[in-house]
């Protein structure tokens, strides 16, 4: 069993930035991709970015390239999702799923409001 936690949304006014957070626990040794999705109002959950466990491996959704970053601290058990330049249409509330041996584990979601 795998737990993961994310942290760090909050209010950001158009033009700012957000770290958010996703601590992995358990038996992390069984994930070898961790990644954020985003599900704004009305909308379906739409991936945002993913990390590999083995070679750091990322990749960012086309929209996103140039202003969303991925990384992680292994040290920590934690992937950061660095998000720069923000724009009202990345409201939503973001979660991090955690994937290996072909099962999901997902986050409770952290709210990210993009707004004046």
């Known amino acids: 069993q795998v737990h993961v936690v994310e942290s760090g949304g909050g209010l950001v006014q158009p033009g700012g930035s957000l770290r958010l957070s996703c601590a992995a626990s358990g038996s992390i040794f069984s994930i070898n991709v961790m990644g954020w999705y985003r599900q704004a109002p009305g909308k379906e959950r739409e991936f945002v970015a993913h990390i590999t466990s083995g070679t750091n491996t990322n990749y960012v959704a086309e929209s996103m390239k140039g202003r969303f970053t991925i990384y992680r601290d292994n040290a920590k058990n934690t992937v950061y999702l660095q998000m720069n330049s923000l724009k009202a249409e990345d409201t939503a509330v973001y979660y991090c799923?955690?994937?290996?041996?072909?099962?999901?584990?997902w986050g409770q979601g952290t709210q990210v409001t993009v707004s004046t």
């Open positions: 799923c955690a994937g290996g041996n072909g099962v999901h584990y």
